[in-house]
């Protein structure tokens, strides 16, 4: 029991993060009264499907197999891909414009926000990389010392807005599900992607423990993700609901509302107090997944690690002075595709799934609908579509066409 509690501690904070506390409270002005429907959507995407992503490793698999059974090529393309978007092109340069929106833009005054923004990204990843390539053990030391206070500020911030509502949710002005549409803001966690990727790591550890059947690796997972899920599904519904309080506030961006429901809640000091914190564990962040980037690239191809290193922050400075909104922006058509194939995965994986015909039909339909639907192509006739789930049906027959065809 005090492995499992262990672990699911571990779960929990490798899952928590600032990009974590950016969503559930747009979300929750988005969705107003139907808080609760669109934040079961989010929970799934945004907890389920990552430790579900862990879950897929206790079958003896790696990352060298994860998808290889569609082929080999497209396994290194995917795993590229998805190191890709958790990396330079969404998520590290998401850190940088989090810690000057939420961490630096509230302190600047009348200070050019442009030329602040500039400032700031400069200075942040030049901090980065001086951390990735001198490997200091100051981002862990920042991680256990973040992680508890931005917990108490959590805390305060839900006790307070329950006790003394900030405001009463209004009608929703998302058309459509409202439980698709927190399923499919998820995504913006990246946490389902992210768990294809240190899965191996978890199950190993268990290894290392002496845990090696994957019938208790699955008892073990299945507890630590009962710990974790509670965790962050408390924090996630705390803040939908907090923000759906001020759901009559449409004209605010992501970083401002998370910003306006703590200085509701605790006052602007609270509201200070909370951006700086969320700021500095941007910098964890992104000190991990550029380390991340750096080490498959330098693999994948000749170029050196601190190549890598150099290129990624460079990369990551620019695109982050662009802004968070942009980058979410331009994240979302990527996810739409991305993360329906990956959950396919994940469901094969688990289920042990051998059959190279049902991998690579289930897969490539999957993927091929996805791209329909980001290019907007009327998928009307397909059931589920008007969800935005066009591609369940497709992948469960194309599934079982594998299965009738031999390999």
């Known amino acids: 029991r005090k492995e499992i509690l262990v672990l699911g501690l571990a779960l929990f904070s490798m899952f928590f993060g600032a990009g974590n506390l950016l969503f559930p409270p747009s979300l929750g002005v988005a969705v107003g009264q139907s808080w609760f429907i669109a934040g079961i959507g989010f929970f799934i995407t945004g907890v389920g499907l990552p430790l579900l992503g862990i879950l897929a490793f206790t079958k003896g698999g790696s990352l060298d197999e994860f998808a290889s059974k569609v082929s080999k090529k497209f396994n290194t393309a995917y795993l590229t891909t998805l190191i890709l978007v958790i990396g330079p092109l969404f998520a590290i340069p998401r850190t940088g414009s989090t810690t000057f929106e939420m961490g630096v833009l509230p302190l600047i005054g009348g200070a050019d926000p442009k030329i602040s923004a500039i400032a700031c990204s400069v200075?942040?990843?030049?901090?980065?990389?001086?951390?990735?390539?001198?490997?200091?053990?100051?981002?862990?030391?920042?991680?256990?010392?973040?992680?508890?206070?931005?917990?108490?500020?959590?805390?305060?911030?839900?006790?307070?807005?329950?006790?003394?509502?900030?405001?009463?949710?209004?009608?929703?002005?998302?058309?459509?599900?409202?439980?698709?549409?927190?399923?499919?803001?998820?995504?913006?966690?990246?946490?389902?992607?992210?768990?294809?990727?240190?899965?191996?790591?978890?199950?190993?550890?268990?290894?290392?423990?002496?845990?090696?059947?994957?019938?208790?690796?699955?008892?073990?997972?299945?507890?630590?993700?009962?710990?974790?899920?509670?965790?962050?599904?408390?924090?996630?519904?705390?803040?939908?609901?907090?923000?759906?309080?001020i759901s009559s506030m449409?004209?605010?961006?992501?970083?401002?509302?998370?910003?306006?429901?703590?200085?509701?809640?605790?006052?602007?000091?609270?509201?200070?107090?909370?951006?700086?914190?969320?700021?500095?564990?941007?910098?964890?962040?992104?000190?991990?997944?550029?380390?991340?980037?750096?080490?498959?690239?330098?693999?994948?191809?000749?170029?050196?690690?601190?190549?890598?290193?150099?290129?990624?922050?460079?990369?990551?400075?620019?695109?982050?002075?662009?802004?968070?909104?942009?980058?979410?922006?331009?994240?979302?058509?990527?996810?739409?595709?991305?993360?329906?194939?990956?959950?396919?995965?994940?469901?094969?994986?688990?289920?042990?799934?051998e059959n190279r015909n049902c991998f690579a039909f289930a897969t490539i339909i999957t993927l091929i609908i996805s791209i329909l639907e980001v290019l907007k192509v009327n998928l009307s006739f397909i059931p589920l579509s008007n969800l935005g789930f066009a591609w369940i049906i497709p992948a469960i027959i194309a599934f079982l066409i594998g299965k009738i065809i031999k390999n």
């Open 123 to 245: 200075i942040f990843f030049g901090i980065t990389l001086f951390l990735v390539l001198n490997e200091s053990k100051v981002t862990d030391v920042l991680g256990k010392f973040l992680t508890p206070i931005i917990l108490v500020i959590l805390a305060l911030i839900t006790v307070f807005g329950i006790l003394n509502p900030i405001g009463e949710p209004v009608a929703s002005i998302v058309e459509g599900s409202q439980f698709s549409y927190g399923f499919i803001n998820g995504y913006q966690t990246m946490d389902a992607l992210a768990s294809v990727l240190f899965g191996v790591i978890i199950v190993k550890g268990l290894e290392g423990k002496g845990v090696t059947d994957s019938k208790e690796q699955k008892v073990f997972l299945t507890g630590a993700g009962f710990i974790a899920a509670l965790g962050l599904g408390i924090i996630y519904f705390s803040l939908i609901y907090l923000g759906a309080q």
């Open 250 to 353: 449409q004209n605010l961006s992501t970083a401002q509302t998370a910003l306006m429901v703590a200085e509701l809640t605790l006052g602007s000091s609270g509201k200070i107090a909370f951006g700086i914190c969320v700021a500095a564990a941007c910098l964890t962040t992104s000190v991990g997944l550029t380390a991340l980037v750096s080490d498959w690239f330098s693999k994948l191809t000749n170029v050196s690690y601190k190549k890598v290193a150099i290129i990624t922050c460079i990369f990551s400075a620019i695109l982050a002075v662009a802004g968070l909104d942009y980058i979410i922006s331009l994240a979302v058509p990527v996810l739409v595709i991305l993360y329906p194939v990956t959950i396919v995965l994940i469901v094969l994986n688990i289920f042990g799934v």
